[in-house]
């Protein structure tokens, strides 16, 4: 079993659409909890960063984290053609080296 | 003006030969890796280096040889290219300091196909 698993998709949706991404991790250790997002031929970019347990909501996006279950999500609201994507979550503990799921492809069609 | 740069962005080279790809970043951070992004978009860390000091060597064959000239620059070597060593090659950096996000910043990607 991988430390972070993250369906690769693709998902595809329809603009306007509420999105859920999932990531499930095994390592107990993790604390720190990042949602990536990757362009097509482009590097990684930070999206949303969330510490321990909770929400953390920036504009269309909500990042949440359940340490009970070992579990984050990243929902999208009013997805946009622009949203479309691959979007990777990252966590690490107290090493500044994340470890990263292998990310979600999104697709959203006008 | 593009904060971590790599050269070249597309490499295309036969099997045993030898290349490098060279990374600079323009944020005055400390810390510098080498990541490799596989063809399922699975993204492995490689080497990180910390003011020109290698801090993390994962297992990546010996013919991988990073060098930091100083701390805005990561540069990487590859001898004897195998197959197996097509991918997207990403250079990243990070801020210092206790309290950070860790946040990554990661450069465009260096595509190397070998064939």
Same mark, same amino acid.
């Given at each position: 079993?991988?430390?972070?698993?993250?369906?690769?998709?693709?998902?595809?949706?329809?603009?306007?659409?509420?999105?859920?991404?999932?990531?499930?991790?095994?390592?107990?250790?993790?604390?720190?909890?990042?949602?990536?997002? *990757?362009? @097509?031929?482009?590097?990684?970019? +930070?999206?949303?960063?969330?510490?321990? =347990?909770?929400?953390?909501?920036? &504009? #269309?996006?909500?990042?949440?984290?359940?340490?009970?279950?070992?579990?984050?999500?990243?929902?999208?609201?009013?997805? *946009?053609? @622009?949203?479309?994507?691959?979007? +990777?979550?990252?966590?690490?503990?107290? =090493?500044?080296?994340?470890?990263? &799921? #292998?990310?979600?492809?999104?697709?959203?069609?006008? | 003006?593009?904060?971590?740069?790599?050269?070249?962005?597309?490499?295309?080279?036969?099997?045993?030969?030898?290349?490098?790809?060279?990374?600079?970043?323009?944020?005055?951070?400390?810390?510098?890796?080498?990541?490799?992004?596989?063809?399922?978009?699975?993204?492995?860390?490689?080497?990180?280096?910390?003011?020109?000091?290698?801090?993390?060597?994962?297992?990546?064959?010996?013919?991988?040889?990073?060098?930091?000239?100083?701390?805005?620059?990561?540069?990487?070597?590859?001898?004897?290219?195998?197959?197996?060593?097509?991918?997207?090659?990403?250079?990243?950096?990070?801020?210092?300091?206790?309290?950070?996000?860790?946040?990554?910043?990661?450069?465009?990607?260096?595509?190397?196909?070998?064939?």
């Amino acid at each position: 079993q991988k430390e972070v698993e993250q369906d690769p998709g693709p998902l595809s949706v329809p603009e306007g659409a509420i999105v859920s991404l999932n990531c499930t991790y095994s390592n107990s250790a993790f604390q720190y909890f990042m949602w990536y997002r *990757q362009y @097509s031929r482009k590097g990684p970019e +930070l999206l949303m960063y969330t510490y321990s =347990s909770g929400n953390k909501e920036d &504009g #269309r996006f909500t990042a949440q984290v359940d340490k009970s279950s070992k579990y984050i999500s990243l929902f999208i609201r009013d997805s *946009q053609p @622009s949203d479309s994507a691959t979007y +990777l979550c990252a966590m690490r503990g107290g =090493s500044y080296i994340p470890t990263f &799921g #292998r990310g979600t492809s999104l697709i959203v069609h006008p | 003006d593009t904060a971590v740069s790599q050269t070249p962005k597309y490499l295309v080279t036969q099997m045993g030969n030898d290349k490098s790809i060279k990374c600079e970043q323009n944020l005055g951070h400390d810390t510098m890796y080498w990541y490799k992004q596989d063809s399922k978009k699975f993204l492995k860390i490689m080497f990180s280096y910390n003011n020109k000091e290698l801090i993390i060597n994962e297992t990546v064959p010996n013919r991988f040889s990073p060098k930091s000239p100083d701390k805005a620059h990561l540069n990487l070597h590859i001898n004897s290219l195998e197959l197996g060593d097509s991918a997207v090659y990403f250079c990243a950096s990070s801020p210092p300091g206790q309290g950070n996000t860790g946040e990554l910043f990661f450069g465009e990607g260096s595509r190397l196909t070998v064939l």
